[in-house]
């Protein structure tokens, strides 16, 4: 590219799901509501777990985590794409661009990395129940849970400070409702194939690694569980881990439906499907799925709702 064909970019238009006028009420309203049911019924989950001292163990103590990063992650994008169609402008400046894409990858890679970390304890839980307490320590506990947040900033960080080089020319319009960084590398007019080979090399990783540590777990557990005689003790058995199976398998056949199959006729599309599925249904997903499957949780937000005060709840 000729040196005087590039420019400074100081913005970026967010062209959003839809160009069609008429479509954007409904999209406003539609992600409002998700918006609203995914901030209250994460946070509804977090008061509920830090309240009752009879969930004040590790595995809610990562339930509580993923809820939080929900939280994060859907309002890392969502309210700018509902100011942007109020407000009828599509404009999101470089740095708050570069800003909620590098959050967008944390809450991301963080969810990844604390699913595996759940899979693991469901593992200690069901295949060491003597040995649960001893092992699950508050000090392993912790760690655990700080591990995930170190290595999703430090996936974040990497993709940002390989993109703040690339140039951006003539074209400063995103096919997105949010700055993903696929469509970056995609805009920008710089040589971005090492930023493809790390984003492939990371992506692959941040998949892998907590899915294959998912995978052992649940092969662990069912093994466990079929050696139980009674039907009663393994429906007990598996009902302790129902909830996060359920999160697993909506959070990777996310994954396998959206990249490995893609629509060849429109990609574009694909990839605003992807994110809109990582980003805002997953997460308002969660919470009706461990208040709905989980019998503590359950007895926890019934109590926590019909409380008149906020204070502790005891076992």
């Not at 309210?79 to 404009?91: E, F």
């Not at 960084?181 to 907590?210: H, Q, W, Y």
Request: with cysteine; glycine share 6%; net charge positive.
């Amino acid at each position: 590219m000729p040196q005087g064909n590039r420019t400074t970019i100081s913005e970026f238009l967010l062209l959003g799901l839809s160009n069609q006028a008429e479509q954007q009420k409904l999209l406003f309203v539609l992600f409002l509501g998700m918006y609203l049911v995914t901030v209250v019924g994460n946070g509804l989950i977090i008061l509920a777990i830090g309240l009752d001292s009879c969930l004040h163990t590790p595995m809610y103590l990562f339930l509580a985590n993923l809820s939080f990063a929900d939280i994060s992650s859907i309002s890392t994008s969502v309210p700018k794409m509902l100011m942007n169609i109020q407000t009828k402008t599509q404009s999101i400046s470089y740095g708050s661009c570069i800003t909620q894409m590098y959050f967008s990858i944390v809450f991301v890679v963080i969810d990844n990395f604390l699913l595996g970390v759940m899979a693991y304890d469901r593992f200690v839980a069901i295949c060491h129940p003597l040995n649960y307490v001893t092992i699950m320590q508050p000090r392993l506990c912790v760690l655990l849970t700080v591990i995930p947040w170190v290595l999703s900033n430090t996936v974040a960080l990497t993709h940002t400070l390989l993109l703040l080089p690339l140039l951006f020319c003539d074209s400063n319009s995103l096919p997105h409702f949010f700055c993903d960084l696929a469509p970056l590398l995609k805009l920008s007019c710089s040589d971005s194939r090492i930023n493809e080979l790390v984003l492939f090399f990371l992506g692959s990783s941040v998949v892998t690694f907590p899915s294959a540590l998912i995978f052992f777990s649940y092969v662990c557990i069912v093994r466990v569980v079929l050696r139980i005689s009674s039907t009663e003790g393994k429906r007990k058995a598996f009902s302790t881990c129902g909830s996060h199976l359920t999160v697993v398998l909506l959070f990777y056949g996310t994954i396998v439906g959206v990249y490995f199959f893609p629509s060849s006729t429109h990609p574009d599309d694909g990839d605003k499907i992807g994110a809109v599925l990582f980003t805002v249904v997953t997460p308002m997903m969660n919470p009706f799925i461990y208040s709905l499957r989980n019998k503590d949780m359950k007895g926890a937000l019934r109590k926590l709702i019909s409380r008149k005060r906020f204070l502790p709840l005891m076992c």
